[in-house]
């Protein structure tokens, strides 16, 4: 623009208003002729408003700067929440810091910046001022003084807190270095007193911008050379455990970052010299990459979680100092535990001992509890670092348990875990009470001998006094239990001595038993014949509940499992001292109406029986518990979710935390005079037709499978089953299979059973003959019946099953005893056969064992021969397959 008649708006620096705003403010002005050097006013000074700005632009001499002026003060206006109007004042405006440098360098050349007399304020940019700070001594203490260019620091009129910062000497503006900033400005100590150790700690906040000014101390602090000195390692870990800076400490002087590219290194304050020790430097770093750490761009270490401990301890091990923000970190704690038991609770706590120092548990739970990192603050100011195994194994005892202020409360009955965390723990204390539960599960031959009633004294073998025994301290500590004997190993007996010792000396209320339908029979004979004292009562028959009166007057009160639905109200509304259930196995279904009423019944005591805790899948262990410890094993979806896999590790804990309450003891254990029992596999091979009609089946069921899927794409379940029912049927005898066609009524399996059963009958042996189909049963039995050999039968639907059973025994003559598995698999002794034979697979080999088991038993004087006749190349040998594959994942 061209200025006419020397005339134009220049701005006037306001030095008296821009202090008391702590901002650059300029006023706008309409002045005459430049003289040289300086603007000549003509007229009294105006104010202008918004609406004058338009009209202003015509006397801009530069209408850009009036514009950046402008648009400043509008943004101060702005974040101050000013509104205005066209009226307002707009004659003094506020120049930002990020517009100051360029504004004063443009006004310079344009000579429009003047002071209020005219003079024009030039902006000297060419060089910086030179900031210098001069120490002086006085008796022992030492007075700074801050000087810009030759201005002390408290007679600079002006300084801005832009960047870079601005001082007005009262004549002109000058520019600092970029560094030394405003703020950097307020903190020096101009001026002040300061001791020593004041000094030391001045000199060192500005040793980082040392190359920026002038710093001139007293010479009596002589400067001192250090060339190459010992470097020792200080590794201080961040806060959030993932990163650490590697310091090196020379002699107590320096503590200077690994990452500090600087060879000679300045102590302003006591006049020292650093030449670094680079050899010994790098050699920490090499050792901290050993180690797994790792250096980052930044020269800071990324500490591996997984390694963060044991890295951390070699490394104190090795000498070095660690630290946590600078603050000593301590590896090295114990954990001091102290269990007592009060009112069926476990009272867990603990104290972690650093040296002197100590933190609470409460400190440590809320640590787990809070997620927080896994160190804590001691007293002295130092930390500890708590390893990672130690948190693991506090995390889960946590999440065991119930946090009650410093302490971790566990039901009694989960004594067995707690005691199992705590014996690989070196300090612990317990109360008696804990001691004695420590006893009762750690060994079961130590257990109190309570005596055993007179007149079964010597009717028990020792494994059965043990068992009573156990059965005794399962009352004394107020538990529940499984007493889980295999199979022919006297549960029966071992039960009954207790009812008789609790008869004898504390008769209460009566006990409740419930067993299967087959074996009411079993348990009167044996109450008969063992315990004739005891009074009982058997809870069964159409007219049952009009017997409900004597319950009272009884020992015991015997039903069945199929009685409980129907009687439940009768049942459960009365008290009972123990609640016992045979063939317990019976309620592995949590879902199953009977399990559930029984549940539902009231007792004292609970006591299961079954000499197979563990058929299928873990959930059978959990319904035992859900019986007869409620929650102990938590609910069943958290249990399926945390056992159901492959994990050894946490079968392991079921098993130690179960242990205390299962008394599992096989015949091959305790039973060293049972007799030898020898399996044998017979392949049978299929005779020609029915390998066409299993092949006929066979093709068939796939057809309709292909078909299922191309027209709903999908297969339902029931007939995948029913076509592996068909199969096993063709395998055993073609006959068994519903067909509209006339099947073959030639087997291969049955000619291998004949010819076996033949053999072994000739030498006057006796046989029991198991099959899951009684119409296979039946076949057999028709063909022995040809052969004029003598057979026995006992299915579901036997009425007289007592009396079936007492003339097998009785029969002088060799004969077969063909049995259904379902119905003669549990409560049977049956050693008056020496031979077992097993006609068809099942799924669970379990209920295979059962069936074997009523032959091999105590009692039985032969060795025990057991055969079981698969079909070759047929479904049957994938069923023998997967029992193989069950019986070796069973751990428990």
Known sequence: MTITNNQGLIFVFELEISQKKKQFTVR???RRRLNNTQWVSEGPRRVYSVSDLENLKTQAIDLTLLKVAAQSELGFRKNEGRFFSPSDDFTLLRIHGDFLPQFLENCQIKKILCNPDGIILPFLSSSPLPLKIRVESQQNFFFPQVFLGDISFQNIPWISDSAPVIVFDGNHFRALFDKITHKFLLTLPHQKKLSPKELEGFLKTIEPLKNNFFLELPEKIPKKILQNPPAYPCFDVKANLQYATLLIDYLGVFFVPSQDPRTVIEDLAKGIELHRNWTEENEYKNHLKQLGFMIQANGEWYLPSKTLHTGLASLVKEGWQITLEQKPLQLESELHWDLQVQKNKIHLRAELQVGQQKASFGKLLDVLTMNTLPTLSLDDGSHILIPWNQLQDLQSLKNQGVRDGEALLFDDTDFARVAAFTEKQPHVTSDAHFQALKEFSKDFGNLKKIPIPAHLENVLRPYQKQGFYWLCALREQGFNGLLADDMGLGKTLQVLTLLQHLKNNAPKHPHLLIVPSTL????????QKFTPTLRYVLHVGKDRLEKTAPFASQDLVITTYALVRR?????SSRDWDT?????AHSIKNPEAQTTQAVKKIKARYRLSLTGTPLENRPEDLWSQFDFLIPKFLGTLSEFKKKYNTPNLDLLKELKIQSKPFILRRLK????????????????????EEQKQFYCTILEEGRKRLKQQVSQEHKVKTMHILELILRLRQAACHPALVPSSVESPQTSGKLERVLETAN??????YKILIFSQFTSHLKLVRKALHVQNLKTHYLDGETKDRPEVIQQFREDPDACAFMISLKTGGLGLNLVEANTVFLLDPWWNPSAENQAIDRAHRIGQENPVTVYRFLMKDSIEEKVFALQKSKKSSKNL
């Open 28 to 30: 706008l002005s309409v």
């Open 520 to 527: 009411v029979f079993n348990w009167e004979l044996e109450i």
């Open 567 to 571: 009687d439940l109200d009768t049942l």
């Open 579 to 583: 609640l016992i259930l045979d063939e």
């Open 668 to 687: 091959s254990q305790v039973c060293l005079e049972l007799p030898e029992k020898t399996e044998v596999t017979l392949f049978c091979e299929f005779t």
């Open 759 to 764: 053999e072994i009958l000739s030498e006057g």
